[in-house]
């Protein structure tokens, strides 16, 4: 098992087989502690009311919100619905977060998937079909 060029004590071999076993648990429970302590940010961090500020419309804003349910809703913009009275309004989707995306589904089209870049506390920075777009924070109830 050991090679032979060094001749080892019984108590060498059995505290370098310890080690070599105790080590690798010892670690393993350490990494477990640490992420049970400090846990990864869930989707619960994209929740609210979001404003685009980039790419800037200059006649228009739009704003993205949120739900806890994962329900969606957009209003202006690019995905704004025309309802049968010809009036604009919100645009209702679904959402879900997993990894580093965030997949919206609209009832009666296909998935948008948007790569999330980064999140801040005040602000959202996404990618979708090689356009970046910054999201802050909107504190206005009413959206």
Known sequence: MLPYTHAWSRTQKVLIITASF???I???ALVYTYEREHP??????????WEMTAPYGANSSTFLRLDPEQTAAWHSGAWVRNDSSGRQGYSEMMWYAGGQYIYMRFPDGWPQIWQIV??????????????????????DASI
């Open 26 to 28: 010892a670690f393993v």
């Open 22 to 24: 105790v080590a690798p």
């Open 40 to 49: 990864l940010p869930d989707a619960s961090i994209l929740v609210g009311a």
């Open 118 to 139: 980064e999140i801040l506390p005040d602000e959202l920075r996404l990618r979708h079909a090689k356009t970046d777009y910054i999201f802050k924070r909107w504190r």
